[in-house]
């Protein structure tokens, strides 16, 4: 009795007792907040309820004037940054996630860094060095006598362009070394047993498999290209974030740069719905984080001049799949050497799971049986050659 007394909670004083919270709570704060959130997008849809005759008039000389010269330049900018950060991103993502070389593993957070920086510092300090005045151009002038200007003008649409992309390429290389790292190993390894060459295991698997966290990371470096300011307005590129701010600020009327403004977030919800619907599609073959743990499993080492390069190539990564089937096979084979006359009449090549066919790598089972009847030839070629006698 004195130790269920003593095993009895005291009960807690009256103070201390709370009421549950309240299940409507929760849900209630997070519409609330949800509502916070969303109110610059609802004055910006509100803007179309007050259209005046003053907005009206504002947007028809902009529409007949400016705003075809916005639109293109932004396709423009919009077209190459997208193409850039996609070639940047996947190569470099290829390079740090197939490829072994000097430096890999800080190339790795490295090629973050950029996501540090505003694109707007960085055209200031590309500007800065490349400019007429800036260092590389007074050195290359010293040390080799030239006269004038030795690069062309950096602050125009191809200068842009370029801050861009090496400033929101880390997008896509965030996504694409994820969906590299967690899905190429095996595959790259089937398509180099099936006898695929190098270019086409890129081409067919290894680019299929990134393809959607590439469209996910380009949808949102355009998202960053469309919302800059700072860039156009210094190199004097007339975008058409350009145009709503001189809308606002030249032309003092705040209802029509709300109004083009509702443009380009309907542009940013149609990139958004595209980058969901890329995200929908990404499929992992493997468990999160799952790479071989053979020594073949690992990046492929580079040696020379191509280890120096490395960052820049696309590759492969070789993974130890087939062991226990090729172990199996020799042991057949041998048996066939030792007993001729209990020799198997046929082996099956079809040891691939059929799912690995898939993921838009299209293997030719054509190409995978001669590939497999090769190899069962090298190693019966192997069995057959006579031993070299012992001292």
Aim: hydrophobic share 55%.
């Amino acid at each position: 009795m004195g130790a269920i007394a003593a095993a009895t909670p005291a009960p807690r004083p009256p103070g201390l007792l709370h009421s549950p919270m309240p299940r409507w709570l929760p849900p209630f704060l997070l519409i609330v907040l949800a509502l916070l959130l969303t109110l610059p997008v609802l004055a910006l849809a509100a803007s179309w309820l007050q259209f005046d005759g003053a907005a009206q008039a504002i947007l028809r000389e902009m529409a007949q004037t400016v705003l075809p010269e916005y639109t293109v330049t932004t396709l423009v900018l919009c077209f190459s940054v997208g193409l850039g950060v996609a070639v940047v991103g996947m190569a470099t993502a290829s390079a740090v996630t197939l490829f072994q070389f000097p430096g890999r593993r800080h190339f790795e957070w490295a090629l973050l860094l950029p996501l540090a920086m505003q694109a707007y510092v960085v055209a200031y300090a590309y500007t800065d060095f490349l400019q007429f005045s800036g260092p590389l151009q007074v050195w290359l002038r010293e040390t080799f006598e030239l006269r004038g200007r030795v690069f062309p003008e950096v602050r125009n649409t191809p200068g842009a362009v370029w801050v861009f992309i090496f400033s929101l390429y880390p997008y896509v290389y965030l996504l694409a070394r994820t969906a590299l790292a967690e899905r190429a190993a095996q595959l790259m390894e089937a398509a180099r047993l099936l006898g695929a060459p190098l270019s086409r295991r890129i081409r067919e698997v290894a680019l299929p498999l990134a393809r959607p966290a590439v469209a996910a990371g380009v949808a949102l470096a355009l998202m960053e290209t469309l919302a800059d300011f700072g860039v156009a307005s210094y190199f004097g590129i007339q975008t058409f974030t350009a145009g709503v701010y001189k809308a606002w600020l030249v032309m003092d009327n705040r209802l029509a740069a709300a109004q083009l403004a509702t443009v380009l977030l309907a542009t940013v919800g149609l990139l958004l719905w595209l980058e969901h619907r890329a995200q929908r599609r990404m499929r992992f073959a493997a468990l999160r984080g799952q790479r071989g743990g053979s020594a073949e499993a690992q990046p492929v080492p580079l040696h020379g001049a191509r280890a120096l390069l490395a960052p820049g190539h696309p590759t492969t990564l070789y993974a130890q799949w087939l062991r226990d089937w090729k172990q199996a096979v020799r042991e057949l084979l041998a048996h066939m050497q030792a007993y001729p006359d209990a020799a198997p009449q046929s082996i099956s090549c079809e040891f691939i799971p059929f799912p690995d066919y898939g993921g838009g790598s299209r293997y030719s089972i054509w190409e995978h049986n001669l590939a497999c009847a090769a190899w069962l030839r090298q190693e019966w070629a192997a069995l057959q050659k006579p031993l070299a006698p012992t001292a």
